[in-house]
């Protein structure tokens, strides 16, 4: 008898832009608003249910903007209804209380990072006050967040906060793995986060992982074969394969389209998606 996390359809997360990547490093990267708005309705005919997003002012800098957020968010919504729209308090784009200015849009979702780490050259800081701050303003305006967990801490911490009720529903929680001084791409605890999140919140409980760069198309594959959900898309990786750049967000989603195949796996639908994230169903889709 087949598994029962390998009947459960897989949610497939498209992160379309994020703070880094540039035009010079893909010409494919949508920066304006207009080209996020082309790029993810690819990427949501493709498969993808869920848009991971960030803005950028001008010359192409992070930003926090909620105006731009509030121009993209609207322009998902009619071109790709149904389709979770999920915006970053990712620390590049700001700092302090700046980081939650587009949580008042009321998104479906919202990134949440409940503790700091290491990146490639600075360190990522997501103090205490701050966290509490972004989880409140989500409950505020019925944000359901998605815990980036970059460290096993993380995990536990987010268990803290949903008992406290600072979160209000089961979270939903993302492994991070193969950022540069933070959680390398490491099978066993990969594993181990799984065990964790049951653990914690029950064998129901939804989770879902990413990898960076190169390790994107790994983390995909240990994602729909064990039974989670999978992110993928421009901001974590920018290639196809060592050689090939990829040339849109799309054929990224389709890449795990494929191992969902492969995995004999189905592809969530926008409607079972929201559902088993416990999200309305928007009236216009």
Not at 6 to 14: A, D, F, G, N, Q
Not at 180 to 196: G, H, L
Not at 219 to 246: C, K, P, Q, Y
Request: glycine residues 8%.
């Amino acid at each position: 008898m087949k598994d029962a996390n390998m009947t459960k359809p897989c949610i497939i997360c498209v992160a379309i832009t994020g703070s880094l990547p540039t035009k010079e490093n893909n010409p494919a990267v949508p920066i304006t608003v207009a080209e996020q708005i082309e790029s993810t309705q690819e990427a949501f005919e493709a498969g993808a249910t869920i848009a991971h997003c960030h803005v950028r002012d001008d010359e192409g800098k992070p930003t926090s903007d909620p105006e731009r957020f509030g121009r993209l968010k609207e322009g998902l919504e009619k071109h790709c209804p149904g389709m979770i729209v999920q915006l970053s308090t990712g620390g590049r784009s700001g700092a302090g209380q700046t980081r939650g200015g587009m949580l008042p849009l009321s998104p479906d979702m919202a990134s949440l990072s409940v503790g700091s780490n290491n990146f490639p050259t600075r360190v990522y800081e997501n103090p205490p006050e701050l966290v509490d701050w972004l989880a409140s303003e989500m409950v505020k305006y019925g944000v359901k967040p998605e815990i980036e967990a970059f460290d096993l801490s993380h995990i536990l911490k987010a268990a803290d906060m949903f008992k406290k009720g600072q979160i209000a529903e089961t979270p939903y929680v993302q492994f991070v793995m193969g950022v540069k001084n933070a959680m390398p791409v490491d099978r066993d605890v990969f594993e181990y986060y799984i065990k964790t999140v049951h653990r914690l919140f029950g064998e129901d409980a939804n989770w879902c992982a990413a990898g960076i760069g190169a390790h994107q198309i790994t983390l995909n594959d240990w994602a729909v074969s064990s039974g989670g959900h999978a992110r993928t898309g421009l901001e974590d990786n920018v290639r196809i394969d060592r050689d090939t750049l990829a040339p849109s967000n799309a054929a990224l989603v389709q890449r795990v389209v494929d191992l969902c195949d492969k995995y004999e796996r189905p592809v969530a639908t926008w409607q079972q998606a929201r559902e088993m994230l416990n999200l309305k169903v928007p009236a216009v889709a």
